[in-house]
């Protein structure tokens, strides 16, 4: 009687996805790679977003392209709400049905005086609470009040329940930073495949919320 050979482990599927979202108010390109590096080419007209982008690729692991043209001669709203839209949308497609995902993460993160907290769900059921409050109109090109307006549709479009607060914080940039950092080390937990229930779908229901189209409607 002969040993079998052992059996090869399953290719790990690749979980990339390429957006292209084009509008009369922007035009955006975004390719994420959920397993990646932390490797990211930004570029949105909007230097301070840029840095925030590049913080949630480096500290997410995540492979991340962002290339936005838009119509900055009004002001950076457009601009910084559909890269969230684009940018969620990819991530949800990068994901696929879900399975096999730890689903939850969660991350505190200090900067200097500042202490925020993010919690996240990637449950296809969108919603969001913004606990954040700035002492300043603007960061350097952006709009303080932007932040929100960004953080609101990544959550509608990647399907997920984000919840981020600042629990205390004197520096404007700290307390931006921070939100960023911990949804990057929220969002890395959360996408992570998780060994023991690999290719099982982390619900009871055996389906994850009402699966939003990626290529839909905006919020």
Known sequence: MTNAPPVPPPALTTRRAIVNRITRETRIRVEVDLDGRGRSEIRTGLGFLDHMLEQLARH????????????????????????????????SQ????????????????????????VA???????????????????????????????????AQAAGATLHVEAFYGENN???VESC?????????????IDPRQAGEVPSTKGTLGGSPSPTGSPP
Do not use: C
């Not at 692991?61 to 990819?90: F, K, M, R």
């Not at 730890?102 to 500042?114: N, Q």
């Not at 969001?128 to 307006?149: A, Y």
């Open 120 to 154: 996240l769900d990637l449950s296809n059921r969108p919603y969001l609470v913004w606990k954040v409050g700035f002492s300043r109109d603007k960061l350097g090109d952006m709009d303080t009040e932007l932040f929100r307006e960004w953080f609101q549709a990544f």
């Open 60 to 91: 997410g692991l995540i492979d991340l392209t962002v290339h936005t043209d838009g119509d900055l001669h009004i002001d950076g709203h457009h601009t910084t709400e559909d890269t969230g839209i684009a940018i969620g949308q990819a991530i």
């Open 173 to 175: 940039h700290h307390i």
């Open 180 to 192: 960023y950092k911990a949804l990057a080390r929220a969002l890395r937990t959360a996408v992570a």
């Open 94 to 117: 990068a994901l696929g049905d879900r399975r096999g995902i730890s689903r939850y993460g969660h991350a505190y993160v200090p900067m200097d005086e500042t202490l925020t907290r």
